[in-house]
């Protein structure tokens, strides 16, 4: 196992050497597996995973589980991995990237680590970029991996049964899309219960293509956007509903503390408009919190004082300067109720219910790997985004395939023009030839001009995805043209020949019969494979006679490594091939970033279907690919750089929601919320100790809404100091609060505070997503302002997402303590936990004072709470002298020595 640890250890030039180095150890085994019989083959599984649990580590398994794949891989699949396969499957296993020429036989390179890492039985992942690729790797790699006694599963769009999804990824190796794993990240973040959760963790990842989905893919964030059309609507209605109300009969309002607080009439009024009963009825919608917004839109915020309206929007104009602060948005909803208050359309229509970028989907697994053609070019940033090292794979057979020089024309029609006589000069020879273009259109273009010329062909694009396979694997056959898109991920060799399965189980369907099931089926199967294998043998001879595959590229792409993935089709295994590109000044890369060749053409007077054939031009071309592919590089970097901020909120949220899904008691911790409010209560409206100058009316309206105080004015009065009206208030809710336990039951009461803590996560989550978004798009007007973009992007999300935290925790009090729970009855005999839903009406606790009953029902204005408490630590057992106790400020550190504050610990105790 020495050479294992000098594989890890070896700088860069010794790596390859290192990887090569294992082939001739894994061969080694080779005689003894290849006597054994299938079923002890197969027990291997079993015994390797036995070792693992007597504390073996999977790099002791290598040589061995290798040398068992590649004999299993023989038996099921009839192909036997080469020593350089051996070599980038060792790379994946390592977490490297095996960059791999096209026709290496990258997709049984895979077979070997996934079925190393999946024997520890934590799930792996091949990550392709099309549900084709997906499911043909899935059910062809399928067979090694089945036959050797581990499960595989799928993952494609159009799944959408979780069960289904959970029992795929509970397999030993699942194969899957990019989207497809990151969006289910994302849905999994978004469940209401553990149970509805699909994924279970992300260990071990094979990126097939990785420059594909990790480089030119990762522009784009993964977004899970909702319709809120609803919500618009009743942001409008609610606008509508307030209009209507009168102030100081239906609320009241203080605008130097800019509190507005609803009446006993004008609760009613709109729970009237509203056709509810408690506007507590349905957390997810809060409607209390909209409510309450549009109140504040209507009395607080002021047009052309407080904002403006330009172009339809409204803007917000800073109170200090004046001026109008692009990007800026109020939160908690309050942006929308003025934009509703005002007519204008309220932008959510689309919301971002949940987002991820690529780049930190892949940075969550704990190892990752990939393979591809074309991965050097991109090896820095693979490195920096991903920690991911790159290592060329030598080719099993030296490369012969010829690159000749771009032929430049002046018109598009020129080379157009030109392509279709060297594609009905080589088809009249019989040599096949693959064209590539860059996209459907220019695909189209080009076939309707050959259907002119009377040469047939096949068109492979995004309207023939379901024939994939039937075109790219009969590319090869003598007089074969096949005009098609993007070649990358097509995950199909062609072969010089024609492919004889394909051949043959295309003929064995046209006749009827399944070539997987049935004697007939399978018996004719055979016949015509063993036919079609001596005629694709061969025909391959005489297109290597003819200079094997040509392919012809009629445009270049953006990105170096299309272009090398488009001309790595030929010349696979040793065969002979040629490959040419034809230009025009016309073409979109020469036009925008080569304007220095064309200038050059253009000083050349010929004619338009006359190439011009030199090395000047095509550095040039080089160059302005270089250019994009910097630009490129450089979008990729900045929307990284402006996810991290959003990352680091993610994986507080998300682990917040996993806490509470994973049966979490949040009894101390909404006990710990309720000190914090009433604490906030009493510094907002009681900041001294001079009762006097207390301002008690607002302080119990307010305090009503957090809990159905029965407090009065008076009884209030005779606390003298605040800490005594601290005791007064905190003792009265806990008071309530434990009411409501002993009379729903332990675990009614843990059930509905899990609920409404989800609900309100997800909720406030979903408008933070909103507000970020639009921060997002104005952000960069900082920079006129001589800030850093960046950097005011980052304090200014850090502040929104300590305001989202705090409302959530003022939010899940207030629900928590008004909500009513509804235990339905079990329609079976068998005893079950009660069924909990939110329902209408019933006043909590009664009050004689009106004003009381109405704030206990509403929502009360949208307040600050201290910073979180400091993490529980284990408590002193040192003895605690009782005046520490009477001592004490309730902000002071617990004398017990949790770290707590003292009404958050045994202050708690002495109330």
């Known amino acids: 196992m020495g050479v294992l640890d000098k594989i890890l250890r070896a700088g860069e030039g010794r790596k390859l050497r290192a990887l090569a180095g294992l082939a001739p150890d894994i061969a080694a085994f080779e005689p003894e597996l290849q006597k054994l019989s299938d079923e002890a083959l197969q027990h ?6 036995e070792q693992l649990d007597r504390g073996a580590d999977l790099d002791d398994l290598l040589l061995e589980a290798y040398a068992v794949v590649r004999e299993a891989a023989v038996r099921s699949l009839g192909q036997r991995h080469y020593d350089v396969q051996m070599m980038g499957g060792a790379a994946l296993h390592f977490g490297w990237v095996a960059e791999m020429k ?56 159009g799944r959408v049964d979780s069960a289904q999804k959970r029992a795929q990824y509970a397999c030993d190796i699942t194969y899957g899309t ?169 932008k959510e229509e689309n919301q971002t219910l949940a987002t991820i970028t690529l780049q930190n989907y892949f940075r969550l697994y704990d190892k990752l790997a990939g393979m591809t053609g074309t991965a050097l070019t991109e090896a820095a940033e693979l490195g920096s985004t991903y920690d991911l090292q790159v290592v060329p794979i030598p080719t099993n057979k030296p490369l012969a395939r010829r690159d000749e020089a771009d032929l430049i024309y002046k018109t598009e ?74 070649m990358a991920g097509r995950g199909v060799d062609i072969l010089l020949g024609g492919q004889p399965e394909g051949l043959a189980r295309q003929d064995v369907v046209g006749e009827g019969l399944d070539p997987e099931d049935g004697a007939e089926g399978q018996a004719r199967f055979e016949e015509l494979l063993a036919r079609y294998k001596d005629e ?32 790595g089709r030929s010349g696979r295994q040793g065969d002979p091939g040629e490959s040419r590109f034809y230009l025009s ?47 490129n590089a450089e979008i990729r970097k900045n929307v990284l750089k402006y996810d991290e901020v959003m990352n680091q909120q993610r994986k507080v949220i998300y682990a917040r929601r996993d806490e509470i899904l994973g049966e979490s008691d949040l009894r101390d911790e909404i006990l710990e919320s309720l000190a914090e409010v009433v604490d906030e209560l009493i510094s907002t409206h009681c900041s001294d100790d001079h009762p006097e100058s207390w301002d008690v009316e607002t302080l119990l309206v307010e305090a009503a809404t957090y809990w159905p105080t029965e407090l009065t004015e008076d009884q209030v009065g005779e606390a003298l100091t605040t800490d005594e009206l601290y005791d007064l208030l905190i003792g009265e809710a806990t008071a309530y609060y434990e009411d409501r336990e002993a009379e729903l039951g332990d675990a009614s009461m843990r059930e509905m505070e899990r609920q409404v803590a989800l609900r309100l996560i997800d909720q406030h989550w979903r408008e933070h997503l909103h507000e970020m978004d639009y921060l997002q798009e104005g952000i960069n007007l900082r920079a006129l302002g001589q800030k850093d973009p960046l950097v005011e992007w980052q304090r200014e999300g850090f502040d929104m997402f300590g305001t989202m935290m705090r409302s959530i925790a003022r939010d899940q009090v207030k629900y928590v303590m008004h ?63 009782k005046s520490e106790w009477d001592k004490t400020p309730r902000n002071a550190p617990c004398p017990c020595g949790s770290g707590k504050k003292f009404k958050l610990c045994h202050g708690r105790s002495q109330i």
Request: net charge negative; with cysteine; aromatic share 6%.
């Open 44 to 49: 291997k599984t079993v015994e390797f995973r």
């Open 102 to 157: 096209t026709g290496e036989g990258k997709t049984l390179v895979s077979t070997l680590p996934l079925y190393l890492n999946a024997l520890s039985g934590k799930g792996c992942h091949l990550i392709t970029v099309n549900d084709f690729l997906a499911s043909f790797h899935s059910e062809w790699m399928g067979r090694l991996h089945r036959f050797m006694g581990l499960s595989v599963g799928l993952i494609v769009p």
């Open 178 to 346: 990019n989207n497809e794993f990151g969006f289910d990240y994302l849905r999994d973040n978004m469940a209401m219960s553990q149970a509805a959760k699909t994924q279970r963790g992300q260990h071990y990842a094979i990126v097939d293509e990785v420059d594909s989905i990790l480089i030119d893919e990762a522009r784009t964030p993964l977004i899970i956007s909702g319709r809120l059309a609803d919500a618009a609507k009743l942001y409008h209605r609610f606008a509508s509903i307030v209009r209507g109300l009168q102030r100081e009969e239906d609320y009241e309002v203080d605008e130097e503390k800019r509190i507005v607080a609803p009446t006993e009439s004008g609760v009613e009024k709109v729970e009237a408009a509203l056709g509810v009963e408690n506007l507590y009825d349905a957390v997810s919608q809060n409607l209390v919190h909209q409510f309450q917004a549009a109140l504040k839109a209507k009395e607080l915020f002021k047009r052309d004082k407080d904002y403006v309206i330009q172009g339809g929007e409204v803007k917000i104009v800073d109170e200090f300067t004046g001026r109008i602060l692009d990007g800026r948005r109020w939160s908690e909803g309050l942006h929308q109720a003025v934009e509703a208050k005002e007519g204008v359309r309220i």
């Open 413 to 486: 029609d020129g080379k157009f023009g030109a392509v279709v006589e060297d594609l009905l000069e080589r088809y009249e020879i019989g040599q096949p030839v693959l064209v590539g273009t860059i996209s459907v259109e220019k695909s189209e273009k080009l076939s309707r001009l050959l259907d002119k010329r009377g040469v047939p062909h096949e068109v492979l694009n995004a309207k023939q995805h379901f024939r994939e396979a039937d075109i790219v694997a009969q590319a090869g056959r003598l007089h074969s043209i096949t005009v098609a898109t993007n």
């Open 536 to 567: 694709c043998a061969a025909e391959g001879d005489k297109v290597r006679e003819l200079g094997g595959l040509y392919v012809l590229g009629t445009e270049r792409h953006d990105s170096r490594r299309i272009d090398n993935q488009l001309r």
């Open 585 to 631: 000044l016309e073409d979109d890369l020469m036009r925008l970033f080569a304007t220095g060749a064309m200038n050059w053409v253009m000083s050349k007077a010929l004619p338009d279907d006359v190439p011009i054939e030199a090395k000047m031009v095509t550095k040039a071309i080089e160059r302005a690919q270089n250019t994009v592919e910097q630009r």
């Open 819 to 881: 909500v009513q729970v509804v235990k339905e009855e079990e329609k079976t005999a068998a005893a079950a936990p009660e069924k909990l839903t939110t329902s209408g009406p019933e006043d909590s606790a009664s009050s004689s004072d009106d004003r009381m009953k109405a704030a206990a029902r509403a929502q009360a204005a949208a307040v600050g709470v201290e910073d979180a408490p400091a993490p529980v630590q284990e408590k002193s057992t040192a003895p605690v002298v």
